[in-house]
């Protein structure tokens, strides 16, 4: 029996995270950055489930992006 501390995950764009939680993911906590503190850091506890919804995530962005660069 091992006592590791659960790995977190540092997400800086808000979007992300708020799409995180819609998935169902576990926040641990926010805080201030510390190099901007006019924005927040959002930490995750990293598992399996995060990381295939942060890969899932950033495919639906790019595939946004597709799209809108081709209607202009």
Do not use: C
């Not at 540092?10 to 926040?27: E, H, P, S």
């Not at 295939?52 to 660069?69: H, Q």
């Amino acid at each position: 029996m091992t006592n590791e501390k659960p790995r977190k995950k540092n997400i800086y764009k808000r979007q992300l995270a708020m799409d995180l939680i819609k998935l169902g993911n576990n926040l641990s906590h926010s805080m201030r950055n510390r190099n901007n503190q006019k924005y927040q850091v959002f930490v995750f506890y990293e598992d399996e489930k995060l990381i295939e919804d942060m890969l899932y995530l950033t495919e639906k962005y790019r595939m946004n992006r597709r799209n809108e660069n081709k209607r202009t």
